[in-house]
């Protein structure tokens, strides 16, 4: 069984920063491809933050473009998300994802518990 544990989200003022991280557990892992933070805020869908590919190609929302930054250390099975220049309607619920190829099982889509980043005005 494969789990995605994120950490790092908190209460931060307006034009702080935080550093959210998603470690990936499991028995079997192969490979981890493709992986991505999402975010929802109250009463809105989820929506893509910030992608990363097996090989380190990225795409951002234009509302963060030039504020965050999404990296990833295969070695340690962890994703990251650096979030500047934090803004209140950066306020949501984080969550992370991933596609996962576990032996025999083959590859499936993961998804993290989520954290919450509260951004004050």
């Known amino acids: 069984q494969v789990q995605l544990v994120e950490s790092g989200g908190g209460l931060v003022q307006a034009g702080g920063s935080l550093r959210l991280s998603c470690a990936i557990f499991g028995r079997n892992i192969v490979s981890i491809n493709a992986m991505g933070w999402y975010r929802q805020a109250p009463g809105k869908q989820r929506e893509l933050v910030a992608g990363i590919t097996s090989g380190g190609g990225t795409n951002y929302a234009d509302s963060v473009k030039g504020r965050f930054t999404i990296s990833r250390d295969n070695a340690k099975k962890t994703m990251y998300l650096q979030m500047n220049s934090l803004k209140p309607e950066d306020t949501a619920v984080y969550y992370c994802?991933?596609?996962?190829?576990?032996?025999?099982?083959?590859?499936?889509?993961?998804w993290g518990q989520g954290t919450q980043v509260t951004v004050s005005s």
């Open positions: 994802n991933a596609d996962v190829w576990v032996a025999i099982s083959g590859v499936s889509n993961y």
